[in-house]
């Protein structure tokens, strides 16, 4: 079976570090801002593209400010996740190899019919891998990555929504190749008419027009990738964009025990083999992440038994982890995601997935 490695962040080998040494790349201060046209983000080297997008209505004077919150928040440093690091997820990992890997490295072959797909859907229950696969989808072509929240455009960027969209995508484009991954995708572009006011309006909208302009231009490499757990929220016009749409299910048993046994490395247990694999078959419906949290709690057990001596304990006395523990950790971290939940997105992905 396959082995998990570390996913710790290597800043060195960054994606962004390594679109540095690109002639394209775009720094902020290289941004000028019109007060009539808005920004201007101008490349520099000879075939560099020049990005001179009249942003209309953007009003200016932020939009300076802006490249530069995109480029030192939203755009990622740290994804040097491999396809190793993510646990199981064989065919998602091959879609996102076809679909966005190969393309950037062999523009000359995926044209025409095999056009690669400007937007896809990674959907499925929370914790279970959809932001490790964009990150490793980044890393593993070589890309900038946008790692963009969109509860937080919402809620943080209140009514500057629509120009952050906007600049966004054009820092993406000076910065191509890149993978724009827009996490819960659902709390902006959802059917939701109720309470939808003009400023979400806007800010779907200025979504679809700029990510037709990404589409319309074959010569542009940015890949948009929603990641969302509620995609029957989604509005239609999203839908018909995201082409691609790839369930991320709940690990299997053969993925949980990859799991399991990564968690478990480096820690003193003493779990023979039968024990890890009733392990396995009792946390089915746990997540990725509910995993996690139940190994922490477990992990907690030996401690708490210390009482006072925790103080004076020599670390290498402390007992063993055993089965014990994670059954009573069982109790307190149970899967997060309801049966029905689980149900619906599989009844979703039988209608519109791609897989
Ligand atoms: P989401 O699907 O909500 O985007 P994440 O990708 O952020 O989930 O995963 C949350 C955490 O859960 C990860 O940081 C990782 O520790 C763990 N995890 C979830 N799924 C996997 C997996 N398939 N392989 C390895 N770790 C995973």
Same mark, same amino acid.
């Given at each position: ?11 060195? +080998? ?18 000028? =801002? ?78 025409? @019919? ?11 229950? $929370?914790?279970?891998?959809? +932001? ?32 952050? =969209? ?47 302009? =990404? ?23 999203? @839908? ?94 149970? $899967?997060? @995601? ?18």
């Amino acid at each position: 079976s396959s082995e998990i490695k570390s996913t710790s962040p290597k800043l060195e +080998t960054g994606v962004v570090s390594s679109s540095v040494s690109r002639p394209r790349k775009v720094a902020a201060q290289k941004v000028s =801002v019109n007060s009539r046209t808005g920004p201007s983000l101008r490349s520099q080297g000879n075939n560099a593209p020049t990005l001179q997008k009249p942003a209309q209505g953007s009003g200016g004077g932020h939009d300076a400010k802006l490249v530069e919150m995109i480029s030192s928040v939203i755009v990622d440093r740290s994804p040097s996740v491999k396809w190793d690091d993510i646990a199981g997820l064989e065919m998602a990992k091959q879609a996102l190899t076809e679909m966005v890997i190969l393309p950037t490295k062999r523009r000359d072959l995926f044209t025409g @019919l095999r056009k690669p797909a400007k937007g896809l859907l990674l959907f499925g229950p $929370p914790g279970t891998g959809k +932001t490790l696969l964009a990150k490793a989808v980044a890393s593993e072509s070589e890309a900038t990555f946008f790692n963009v929240s969109a509860s937080s455009l919402t809620s943080k960027w209140v009514g500057e929504g629509e120009k952050l =969209v906007r600049t966004l995508f054009q820092v993406a484009i000076s910065r191509q190749p890149s993978v724009i991954f827009i996490d819960e995708i659902d709390s902006i572009m959802s059917t939701r008419t109720e309470n939808e006011n003009e400023a979400s309006r806007r800010l779907k909208s200025e979504f679809l027009v700029q990510f037709d302009g =990404v589409t319309s231009n074959s010569g542009d490499l940015v890949t948009v990738i929603g990641a969302t757990n509620k995609p029957q929220e989604l509005d239609d016009a999203v @839908l018909r964009r995201l082409v691609k749409r790839i369930y991320i299910p709940l690990p299997d048993a053969n993925a949980r025990r990859v799991l399991l046994k990564h968690k478990l490395k480096g820690q003193a247990f003493s779990l023979p083999d039968i024990e890890v694999e009733r392990l396995v078959a009792e946390t089915d419906g746990y997540s990725g992440s509910d995993l996690q949290a139940l190994c922490e709690e477990a992990a907690m057990m030996p401690i708490r038994e210390l009482g006072a001596d925790i103080l004076t304990v020599q670390a290498n006395q402390v007992r063993r982890l055993r089965y014990g523990d994670f059954q009573k950790a069982m109790t307190v971290i149970k $899967p997060s @995601l309801q049966r029905s939940k689980w149900a619906e997105l599989e009844r979703w992905n039988r209608e519109f997935g791609s897989n």
